[in-house]
Each structure stands twice: as C-alpha cells, then as structure tokens.
C-alpha cells in the first residue's frame, strides 16, 4: 500500500527517475500522489490529488536535482487530498511513508504540548514532526532514527530528507516492504523492484528494524544497534517487459494473455517427464494430516479450489481462512498440520501476521508467493515459487490463475503419496498438464464470443454467480472480478444456498451466471438454475465440452459458454478464464479504469 520512490545521483535526474518510479508503483496506490526534491539547497514539494499524470503535469520536468523522494498514496489516516499527500514536512524534515502508525494520536498529543502545529489529517505528520523534534534533540541523523523506531508502533517504511544534508537520503523499515537499488553514480530507494527496474536491476532488502544512508557513490546500512552491516547484493531476474504493457490496451488483458506462459513456467519447475517428479522437486508433504491455508482477496479463492482438490483427492482435511479474521481467532493447528500462505505479493499485511501466528504455533509453514524474497517468502519455512513475473493491473488474473495451479500440484503430490493417485492415472494426468497451456490460449482467442456476453450484462445493476463445489469456489473469483473493476454488485451463491433468501432478488432479466463443470454434481446445479429460470432470470451458462453434450439443446439458459474439457485438477484454469474476459470487458464497457479500480491498491501492506 502506497508506493516509495527516492534518487540520489550525479546525472542530477531526480525528478525523471521519482515520476517514472511512481507510475510503476501506481499499483500500490493511486489515489494522490507527490515529489520533494533538492531545488538549489532547498525543498520543492509538488503534490496532486489523484494519479501521477496529474502530478506530471504540474511539474517542470527540466528541473535538476540531484536528490530527491517521492510517492503514491492509497489513503489511510485522513482523506485522498493534496494536503494529506506526501512527501510531508515539518521542521527540518521531509519525508514519505509506507505503512501505518497505530499509535500517532498518543504521540501528537505529546508533540502538541511541545509546541508543534498540524495542518494533515495524517499519521505520517506525526512520524515527521516526531523525527524533527528528536533530532533536534540529539543532532545525529542515525540515533534520530533509532528513537522514533522505538517510539513508533505500526508498520512503517520511510524515505527521509534532513535539511542540513542534501547528499543523502536516509532510510529506516519495520514491517513495510524497502529496497535500496544500485546504480553507476547514483542509488536509489523503493517499495518494491518495478520501480527501479528502468535504471538498474541490483539490489539490497533493508529488513525489519534497519537503517540506511544513500547517496550518490555509497549506500551504507545499519542494524538496530547502529553497527554497520554488509547486505547480499541481489539481482533480478524479471525483464522489463513483463512489466510493461506489450501494446495491449491495458495490463489485464495483456495479463490474462500472460496465462499460458505463466503456467506452464510454474509447472515445468516441478515436472518434466513423469508426473511422480513432482514429490521430489517439492517440499516433502508425506507427514501432514491436515492442511491450513490462508490468504486474502483472490488468493483466498484460490485456497478454496485448493482446499476442494486436496480434500476430494488426497484425502485429508483443509481449512480455509481469511488471513484477516485467522489472525485473531483460535487455531487448531498442531505439529501434522502444513500452514500454506498464499500471497501475489508476498508483502500482505494480514497474510504476513496469520504466517508470524502460524510459526509461534510451531506449525510448518509453505509459501506460494509471485514476489521472489518478499517478507511471506523469506519468513515461511518453505516457499513455492508462482512464475507470474511482475502483476501491475490491481485485479489479479495470472497470478490467480498460477496460484490455482500450485494447489492443484500440491493436491496432485499429497494424492499420489497418499496412494490415491495410480500410475497410470499420473500419466494421463501429466498429458492434460501438458496441453493446458495450448487450451488456454484457444480459449483466450475466443476473446470476441465472450466481448458478446458481456454486452448482455454490462448494463445491469446486480449480477449473480451461482455454482457448487469447486465451481462455487470460482463463481466467487468471478462476482469479485467483475464487481472489483466494473463496480456492478455482484453475489457469487452456492447454487443450493440460494432458495434461502437470495432467491428473493431475481427478478425478470437478472443475470445470472452458472458454472457447471463437475459431472458428479451437474444436475443438482441445473436444478437451481432451473429455478432462477422459472423466475426470469437470464442465464448464461459456463460448462464444458463433455457436460454440453448432456445439456446441449436444454433451455435453462439462455446462452452458454463452452470451454474445453480437462481433468478435474486442472478444470478451475480453464473455466475461469471466460470470467475474467467477461469482467474486462463488461469494465470496458462501462468506461471504467480497468488497471487501476476505485478505492483498491494491488499490495496491501496494511491490516
Ligand atoms: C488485494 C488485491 C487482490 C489480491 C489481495 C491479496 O486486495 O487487489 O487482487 O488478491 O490483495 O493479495 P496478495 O498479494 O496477498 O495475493
């Protein structure tokens, strides 16, 4: 949540690196942004509300400045304004922050009586107002530091200027994601590596309750004790051009065109000849009776699929929280239970806190994680990596989508452990996972027929998603795809759930959208449909090609879509790709801004 951006260089380039940086993080935030640099020995502030564009076109980019901070904000403390944008200044100090500071109303009041004055509605105010009061105090940029971590509780990641020093910039992180990159004769800092990637690909972590000073020649970084420490220099491996929109109109689409790519990058990781690699080539499941995931948003919808899988075909039970309410709740894990987080990010706030309560539980911990060394992949006892590469549009579509495949592997691994999978049956398993990115792509060509279904529905108030089972599970991923980027309400039941009041809001011309794909439960959920039908609903219905046979000439609906049959491990990448092309277009449409829906942020780094 809100993105980090700072330079110090010779080249003098600081305001073209911060804006370039700030539109590759625009994912974390996007609701205002601002810049602060080294004007001739002076601070220049320039915010906006809204995106970075409207922050571009305030600026005169022929400005040079040798160092300077900038950021993207996805409001927290205080509404999306100019004035509660960053970078903020109070005294001698300017600075961005990432995060949120739980206890800033004890600390303004304390900074009130000593003389200080507040003009934002923010928690970031305070962090710099405090940082200005202690370093006036103790005149050492470093202890300065030292004591407002000691001071501040929350989540943090700061990016600080000091007045009497316009070569460096310092920095300091507790649970906030901070890199400092490397370049040749100038440095740089951000949230995350996109940002930076246009300029170099090294990098440092700064950890949890670090410090460091940067500037042109040198970057020099301190543990809590303020001894200078030696960071591993990291290089990443992305390219660019994953980070970039290849000439498709926005980064979903060219997203969920990523998909055969991306699966089968993630799968050739574990299995090449024979499907039985797969226990080799993973993290040895063979002592767990029991599973535990958790996750947020899409991934938790992930989890489910996982969760429907694993149970049906290894056998044992799964658990599928919501990292949000796991946190809190009592847990029942114990030394046979497997803690699976799964995190795009790596970096989600509640996901990050359910995977710290899992390990003081001394249950295993496995993360599935895009983000190569985010804080869930390097804190979790084992990781499995996601081959995504960089995710840039807020609503997720291959990362889903890879993270959905990951399950189906673990499920496919625990079953054949478990005896449950026969040889023969992992040979043919493995033929459909070799076709699986050819059928995904036929069904991605098919973009126009489901553009048609989206006309159908595009301009309707309320949408209904109805399946069983593992289909329910997708149903969910759909309603919030499509209601996440169009703003259309949506409701994804489980179609025998319904009846028990929902019913009640079909009217004439409702859409509702059916996915049946299980053949062991199909006619139960024709059933329902059938009843939304008698209602006046209109139906399109997802299936597959073995299940149109039965339902080829039915009228329960009003038209289908038919994606092509797999085994039921690998179905869920098939049939939900028409979903997420149905909720682009429907977005599309609407007029609305796809990449970048109201109110979200695509890495949320705060509880
Ligand atoms: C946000 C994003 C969702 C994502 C969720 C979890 O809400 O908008 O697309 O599913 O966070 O993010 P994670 O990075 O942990 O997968």
Not at 93 to 117: A, P, Q, R, S
Not at 253 to 267: G, R, S
Not at 594 to 606: C, E, F, G, Y
Request: glycine share 6%.
């Amino acid at each position: 949540m809100c993105g980090i951006v700072g330079y110090v260089g010779k080249n003098n380039n600081s305001l073209h690196v911060l804006i370039e940086g700030l539109k590759s993080l625009e994912y974390r935030g996007y609701d205002s942004a601002g810049v602060a640099i080294n004007d001739n020995g002076k601070i220049k502030i320039i915010k906006s509300e809204g995106n970075i564009s409207k922050l571009e076109n305030k600026l005169n980019m022929d400005i040079k400045s040798n160092l300077g901070i900038g950021h993207t904000r996805w409001a927290t403390h205080g509404k999306p304004c100019e004035n509660n944008s960053h970078p903020h200044r109070v005294g001698k100090i300017t600075l961005v922050h990432n995060g949120i500071i739980e206890n800033y109303e004890k600390i303004k009041k304390y900074l009130i009586d000593c003389g200080y004055i507040f003009k934002t509605d923010t928690d970031t105010e305070i962090a710099c107002a405090l940082i200005d009061k202690i370093y006036n105090e103790t005149n050492d940029k470093l202890l300065t530091m030292k004591k407002a971590n000691e001071i501040i509780e929350g989540s943090f990641a700061f990016g600080i200027i000091f007045d009497d020093d316009m070569e460096n910039i310092y920095t300091m992180r507790k649970d906030s994601p901070l890199i400092i990159a490397l370049g040749e004769n100038e440095n740089y800092i951000a949230s995350d590596v996109p940002a930076i990637l246009k300029f170099t690909n090294k990098y440092i972590l700064l950890e949890k309750d670090e410090y460091a000073i940067i500037n042109e020649k040198e970057v020099k970084v301190y543990d809590n004790n303020l001894k200078e420490i030696e960071k591993q220099v990291n290089t990443y491996e992305g390219s660019m051009e994953v980070a970039m929109k290849n000439g498709y109109e926005h980064f979903m689409l060219k997203e969920i065109n990523d998909e055969p790519k991306v699966i089968l990058d993630t799968y050739k990781q574990f299995v090449n000849n024979d499907l039985s690699e797969i226990i080799d080539n993973m993290p040895d499941l063979s002592k767990y009776d029991n599973i535990d995931i958790v996750a947020c948003g899409s991934a938790y919808h992930a989890g489910l699929v996982g969760k429907s899988l694993i149970e049906e075909y290894a056998n044992i039970p799964v658990n599928v929280e919501l990292a949000s309410e796991y946190r809190y709740k009592k847990n029942f894990c114990n030394e046979k239970t497997l803690t699976i987080l799964v995190s795009q990010s790596g970096e989600t706030a509640d996901t990050l806190a359910a995977l710290r309560k899992a390990k003081n539980s001394n249950t295993d911990t496995l993360g599935i994680i895009n983000v190569v060394s985010s804080s869930i992949a390097r804190e979790s006892d084992n990781v499995l990596y996601i081959k995504a590469g960089a995710e840039i549009s807020v609503a997720t579509t291959k990362a889903y989508s890879a993270q959905v495949l990951m399950l189906s592997l673990i499920a496919i691994n625990k079953s054949i452990i478990n005896g449950n999978i026969s040889k023969d049956e992992a040979k043919d398993l493995l033929k459909d996972l070799k076709k699986l990115p050819d059928d995904i792509a036929g069904i991605i060509d098919r973009k126009e027929e489901f553009d048609k279904v989206a006309e159908q529905i595009y301009d309707n108030d309320d949408v209904f998603f109805l399946g069983r089972g593992i289909d329910y599970a997708l149903s969910m991923e759909g309603s919030l795809k499509l209601k996440e980027i169009s703003y259309i309400h949506s409701e994804a039941y489980a179609a025998g759930e319904l009846k028990h009041g929902t019913i009640s809001l079909i009217e004439t011309k409702t859409p509702v959208i059916a996915i049946v794909t299980d053949d062991k439960i199909d006619e139960k959920t024709v059933s329902n449909i059938k009843e939304v039908k008698a209602r006046g609903a209109d139906v399109t219905l997802i299936t597959t090609e073995e299940l149109n046979k039965k339902y080829d000439k039915s009228d329960f609906y009003d038209r289908k879509i038919v994606v092509p049959s797999t085994n039921r491990f690998f179905q869920p990448l098939l049939t939900i790709l028409p979903l997420q092309l149905l909720s682009y277009e429907v977005a599309k449409l609407r007029g609305e801004s796809i990449d970048q829906p109201r109110n979200l942020a695509k890495s949320v780094t705060v509880e």
